[in-house]
């Protein structure tokens, strides 16, 4: 039987320190002065034992204080009291009770790309300072690129070796969607995208890590990089936009009006961080032009205490995804899904008859820090939520877009907000503006549809981690229940 608790003698301080499995946590103990910390087996990154030196390694992440970024701490000593079979042993059952036990792959294989032009600029920077250690420390094995010019992330992802366990985004939204839209031009499309994507957010908006891991911990490069290595697998439904006969794969938003706005036109902000949104958004509610569209959608849904209700049953029945159902070697080859709408198909389409101030559609609650537009999104329901303002005054805009931190302007009355299968937009005057993902695109003719479950993305929670609620439930939505992985406090 393998030992519970193993003892070295620490080279750095030449002290004693204990380690015991208790349960979910990995106890350490200074024996000199009785301090421990606890940690909690998640959080465990690699163990290592040298049987020629007699050598044992422990390597953990640790907040020193609740709100700070994980510190990577490494233990080091020679083993007391065992003998090398038992340390070995002792090493080898803690690695498979943190790995294989919790489903998850044993020194994960990465391709690792690094955008030095995204946000602040730091892309390169925090990934050799932070992120690289804890992947080497977690034995993981990547390769790295550092994109060098605009859809350079697309060409790698289109001629990509399926080989790699994840594709780790270290920059913001922008390079996930060449990734995917290279994924869609891949030799073998299903097999591509079955590899998880997992973002390091190191762009100024940062939507699908803020979706990943939650506003609190969304743009903490720590948190992500432990996701990276400890996530599961959890499939994504993207879409497809076609224009001009072309089609994109778009993963997270398209905005029209006001709402690309913030996007488009704030490019030179990008040193604002994410504060650049806000000013955007500011900036477009003084200037107040409507955005001349006709919007048509194949309506799923559009009972917003429903949508609420539907979201909280699907948490509460909630399982993890399995990163095995998702990585290549399963059955996902073939071609990427047929398109199932021709552009002027009208049978069992809807057309929104007002005038629109913005449109707003995509998969995901959060956009940025300061917006939860899609509080009731699903990753996996094969649906879009499309959310359309009619024009309206500047206060009703105002009060339409108060709380939307929280998504309370997902109540607002004056919000046009669905579930749809598909959606068209045609413009009715020449100028406008259009962003998908973030991105520029031509004010032109356009229609989504969605794809159900074609990606994935890794994910400690199995579930979006926004906390939103309907007004027939007593709690919020949480990202944390019973079962679910969270990092604790430590001590
Ligand atoms: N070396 C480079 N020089 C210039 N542009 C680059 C380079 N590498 C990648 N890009 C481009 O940078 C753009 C922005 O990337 P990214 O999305 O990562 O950052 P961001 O726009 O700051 O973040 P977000 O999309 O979250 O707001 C992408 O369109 C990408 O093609």
């Known amino acids: ?135 080497r420390a977690a034995q993981c094995t990547f390769d790295i690129i550092h994109t060098t010019h ?99 794969i778009s993963f997270m938003s398209q905005a029209m009006g006001l709402m690309a706005d913030l996007d488009i036109g704030t490019e030179h902000l990008r040193w604002m961080g994410d504060t650049r949104f806000m000013f955007g958004l500011i900036r477009g509610i003084i200037q107040f032009k409507p955005c001349p569209v006709q919007l048509s959608y194949k309506l799923a849904e559009d009972d917003k205490v429903k949508m609420a209700e539907t979201l909280e049953a699907r948490r509460l029945e909630h399982k993890e995804g399995d990163l095995e159902q998702a990585l290549p070697h399963q059955d996902n080859t073939g071609r990427l899904p047929p398109l199932h709408n021709l552009p002027d198909d009208t049978d069992g389409w809807t057309t929104f008859e007002e005038p629109i101030l913005y449109i707003y559609a995509g998969k995901g609650p959060f956009v940025g820090r300061d917006l939860m537009a899609f509080p009731v999104s699903l990753p996996d329901d094969g649906l879009i939520d499309v959310m359309a303002m009619p024009v309206s005054s500047r206060k009703d805009i105002l009060l339409a877009i108060g709380g939307a931190a929280k998504g309370e302007n997902y109540w607002h009355p004056k919000v046009h907000y669905v579930k749809a299968h598909a959606y068209r937009v045609k413009p009715l005057a020449s100028k406008g503006s259009l962003a998908v993902d ?34 027939t439930s007593s709690a919020p939505v949480t990202s944390k229940k019973r079962g679910d992985h969270h990092y604790g406090v430590l001590l």
């Open 1 to 135: 039987m393998t030992q519970q608790e193993l003892i070295i003698r620490e080279v750095r301080t030449g002290k004693l320190v204990a380690f015991r499995r208790e349960d979910d946590d990995l106890k350490v103990t200074r024996l000199e002065t009785k301090t421990h910390v606890t940690i909690i087996l998640r959080q465990v990154l690699g163990v290592r034992f040298d049987r020629d030196s007699g050598v044992l390694e422990v390597a953990y992440l640790r907040r020193r204080k609740k709100r700070t970024p994980f510190a990577l701490m490494k233990l080091e000593g020679k083993v007391e009291g065992l003998d090398s079979d038992a340390a070995a042993d002792w090493a080898e059952a803690l690695m498979k009770t943190v790995y294989e036990d919790s489903g998850v792959k044993r020194g994960r294989h990465l391709m690792v790309l690094v955008n030095p032009h995204g946000g602040v600029r730091k892309a390169v920077a925090v990934f050799m300072k932070v992120v690289e250690p804890i992947f």
């Open 150 to 248: 605009n859809r350079h992330a697309y060409d790698i992802a289109k001629e990509m070796d399926l080989k790699y366990d994840a594709v780790v985004t270290v920059s913001g939204d922008g390079l996930i969607h060449e990734v995917m839209n290279g994924f869609a031009h891949h030799e073998d499309p299903k097999k591509a995208f079955a590899i998880p994507i997992a973002p390091i957010p190191t762009g100024s908006g940062n939507g699908l890590a803020l979706n990943l891991l939650g506003i609190e911990h969304g743009f903490d490069v720590t948190e992500a990089a432990l996701n990276v290595i400890k996530g599961k697998a959890m499939k994504v439904d993207v879409f497809s936009l076609t224009q001009d006969g072309e089609r994109t």
């Open 438 to 471: 973030g991105e520029v695109f031509p004010f032109k003719e356009f229609q989504v549809e969605v794809h159900q479950k074609l990606a994935a993305f890794l994910s400690p929670y199995g579930h979006y981690a926004a906390n939103f609620s309907s007004p």
